[in-house]
């Protein structure tokens, strides 16, 4: 499920990479290393909950895409909120902290299949946020700026290639239960879910990708 998953949200970015790229902006295609300027986005058997880009690379670890399928499959299941929805979401986190999950490609309904993309593809492109960036700006400005701007390109990047924007917050909860002390670096997740939400409404944001 998460290769032909991960291949999508890689075509969907090249499509809109090749429409920037004819209206002079220069956009890294993805998933193609081999093209010019290419990033190569790659899921690594990494229990651990992380994503992280080079210029040249994006790596989701699988603990963190089975978070986010996970968490799209209780939230459809129960209806995304209530007593049921906070057990079997908790439950599901303890098992990926632990390790003890079940590592094998999750099989989702439709619905669940759909959440999940929306989530995985906010993942992706604020990952490919950073790799663009690197290259355009040398990720100047301090850190915590640098991630709204990933997130805010995200979104942008959702809306351009056609996902609706239902998984973004299922990223900042599941990442806010997950690990609820925020990554280092990282500002905390609702500070990070308000601007994305600014910016899925198109609200013109000071910063991106000057
Ligand atoms: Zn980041």
Known sequence: MFGPMMDEIADRFNQAASVARQNGFDFD?????????????????????AAS??????????GLLLLLAGSAEVRIATG?????FNAKLDALIK??????????????????????????AFVVYHELGHTQMARLTAEAGDQTSVEMKADIFAV???????????GVDLVFDALQRAVPSGSMNHPSTTERAEIALRAGRGETLDGFME
């Open 156 to 166: 942008h990047a959702m809306k351009e290639t056609g996902y609706d924007m239902s």
């Open 95 to 120: 098992t990926i902290l632990e390790g003890s999950h079940d590592r094998s490609d999750p099989e989702l309904s439709g619905d669940a299949m759909y959440l999940a993309s929306s989530a995985v």
């Open 29 to 49: 295609y993805a998933g193609h290393p081999d093209a010019p300027g290419g990033v190569s986005i790659q899921s690594c058997a990494d229990g651990r909950i």
């Open 80 to 84: 995304g909120s209530g007593d049921e």
């Open 53 to 62: 880009a080079s210029t040249s690379q994006v790596r989701i670890s699988d």
